[in-house]
Every structure is written in structure tokens, then in C-alpha cells.
């Protein structure tokens, strides 16, 4: 048989001092949908990325095997589930050779939730792939996941195994209170992100304003209507995530006609398809912060990254030991503790 040209990640696991001593069943291992943020997560937890040879054959089939020795470890698979589709079918694919290398426990770490917006049956003879994707994880042979801000949260009933949700405002928040923004209200770009917008807007002691964006006719621009006030005021818009950027520009811009100051952007995960970023950058936002979740295919200067490596670590740390987490995902708390 003929071996397509491979990709060889690094080296078998190597542990030293403590770490080894206290977490020597632990290992970690990424795919290669966002390698930046598992070597981070990584070196957050004092240990190198296990083993993984991933190869694609001429025709694009995934083939995976780990180099390391998984057998009665509790394995951690880094890989957001972002477009292409590869990524998942990697994921999964992944999972089951865990499974079949006798891992104790596979916990899927996925950033990003891809699959997430199709979460219901909107209109007749539509997939709900949310659940799809939900039943593939757990039949590949998944334990647990761990998951930042989903776009859907009751996705997280759609799974019969553990499920934690975690959310990136900790990261978000505290840059906010260190540039002590006066005169602030926390805007929702829409109905459905309005409990993401409170939860900003009480943490950082702002008002809260809502824009109801509704569509006249198909294929009509949509009208934006501000709930609230925004005259004079430095304004956040919080979301969980932009993909074409349409919604996040025409929310600007809007703000900006009724007579915001400042226009500053927070999102998890920065898909950015199309032309994103040329409407970022064409846009009068201040300034946008992102997340690593998905990792930026570009830059810009109105956009910056944030990390959440350590949120997955520890998450990955008090899973592996048996510990709460819940304080990890607890929007109205601002400092972790054990339960």
C-alpha cells in the first residue's frame, strides 16, 4: 500500500518533575485545525503535545495514528470544528483511534462548536446538524467535552455525556476594566444575544442596549432599531461569534449614525469569511477583540487577539483530576474557586 506524504507532528510526550508525578495518566494532543492554541494549552499545563501522525491520502481521505502510548490515559484531542469539514471528520476519526488504543477516557477540547447555528428546525425539511454533530462525537467513542461559548447553549442537552461549557468574558472583561472606558453601555447585535450583553453589561458596571434587526421582505436590507439610548456614549458590542461581518458592521454603523462615540467590538470566535475583513477594516469600529478559538488567517489592525489557552488548561487540569469546574464557566463570577 501506498503511504500519501504526512504530516509528523511532535515528539512522544515527555514529562518531567512534579508534573510528571501528579499527572503522568494526562496527555494532550492537538489536531491540526489550530496547533497555535494546543501548544499553548499545553505548555500551560508543564507538558509537551503528545504524538500524532495525521496523513491525507491524493484523494483527501484522513488517516490517524498516535505515537504515543494511550493505553489507560486520559486523553485530551485539541481541535476546533471550524469550516472545512475536514476538521470534524479529523476529530472523529481521531477519537476512535483513542478508543481503539484503549485510552481510560477521550475528552474532545473544541474550541469552537462548528455546526452550532443549525440547532433547530427553522423552517420545514431542514437538518438539524447541531445534533448530528452531537451523535457522531458520542458514537466515535467520546467521554466528555469541552467547549467556550457556544452559539446555541441548549446544544449542550443534545449530548447523553458530560458536557462543559465554557465562556471567554474572564479574558474580555478584565481587558475592559484595565482600560476603564467612561461612559460605557454593552450593545447586543441581536434578540439572541441579549443574556451575553447582560452579563457584560453588569460585570462591567455599564447600561445595556439591545438593537431588534428585522428583515422588511426577503432580499431587503435590514432595518436596525436601537433599543436604548447611545448619544454620547462609548459603546461594546459583544457576540459570540462573526462570520461574514455583515450583522457586526451594519451594527456600527447604525450606532454611529445615532451618535456613539467610541464603537468597540468583543467576539469569541472570528470565523471571518468572505469579505470580513475588508468590512472590519472599512468599518468605524475602534477596536475588535477575538479569541484564538479559530485561528486568523489574517491580520489587521483593528483587530486583536486575546488568548484563552489557560481557561482550556485548567479546564483540562480539573477534569483530569475530578475537580469542579463549574467557577470556569459561571458567567457571574469573577474569580475561579473550587466548589
Known amino acids: 500500500m501506498r503511504w500519501p506524504k504526512h504530516r509528523l507532528f511532535s515528539a512522544p510526550n515527555e514529562f518531567v518533575g512534579k ?87 477521550v475528552i474532545a477540547v473544541i474550541p469552537y ?11 420545514p425539511r431542514v437538518a438539524v446538524t447541531a445534533k448530528l454533530v452531537a451523535n457522531l462525537l458520542t458514537q466515535a467513542g467520546a467521554d466528555r467535552i469541552i467547549s467556550m461559548d457556544l452559539h446555541a447553549p441548549q446544544i449542550q442537552g443534545f449530548f447523553d455525556i458530560p458536557f462543559d461549557h465554557l465562556y471567554s468574558s474572564v479574558v474580555f472583561v478584565d481587558h475592559y476594566r484595565r482600560e476603564n472606558i467612561t ?27 439591545l438593537i431588534d434587526k428585522r428583515r422588511p421582505a426577503p432580499n431587503e436590507v435590514e432595518v436596525m432599531n436601537i433599543v436604548g439610548e447611545v448619544k454620547g456614549r462609548n459603546v461594546l458590542i459583544v457576540d459570540d461569534l462573526i462570520d461574514t461581518a455583515g450583522t457586526f458592521t451594519s451594527a456600527v454603523r447604525t450606532l454611529k449614525e445615532a451618535g456613539a462615540k467610541g464603537i468597540y467590538g468583543a467576539c ?23 479569541t484564538d478559538t479559530i485561528q486568523l488567517k489574517e491580520v489587521s489592525p483593528k483587530i486583536e487577539v486575546m488568548s484563552v489557552a489557560k481557561i482550556f488548561a485548567e479546564a483540562i487540569r480539573r477534569s ?20
Request: glycine residues 8%; without cysteine.
Open 19 to 105: 508534573t510528571d508525578q501528579l499527572m503522568h495518566g494526562l496527555k494532550v494532543f492537538s489536531g491540526t485545525a489550530n496547533r497555535q492554541l494546543a501548544e499553548q494549552i499545553a505548555k500551560s499545563l508543564g507538558q509537551e503535545l503528545g504524538g500524532l501522525d495525521i496523513r491525507k491520502f491524493s484523494d483527501g481521505e484522513i488517516w490517524v495514528k498516535f505515537l504515543d502510548n494511550v493505553r489507560g490515559a486520559d486523553v485530551f484531542i485539541i481541535q476546533p470544528t471550524n469550516p472545512p469539514a475536514d476538521n470534524l471528520m479529523e476529530l472523529l476519526i481521531t477519537i476512535d483511534a483513542a478508543k481503539r488504543a484503549s485510552a481510560n477516557r
Open 183 to 209: 461612559d460605557l453601555t454593552v450593545v447586543s447585535p441581536d434578540v439572541g444575544g441579549i443574556k451575553m450583553a447582560r452579563a457584560y453589561a453588569k460585570r462591567l458596571s455599564a447600561d445595556l442596549v
Open 320 to 339: 483530569y483530576e475530578n475537580k469542579s469546574i463549574s467557577s470556569l464557566f459561571d458567567v457571574d463570577k469573577d474569580k475561579t474557586q473550587d466548589d
Open 113 to 123: 462548536f462548528g455546526y452550532a447555528r443549525q440547532d433547530r428546525k427553522d423552517q
Open 268 to 290: 469569541t470566535h472570528p470565523i471571518l469569511s468572505g469579505k470580513a475583513m475588508s468590512r472590519i477594516n472599512g468599518s468605524e469600529v475602534t477596536s475588535l477583540l477575538v
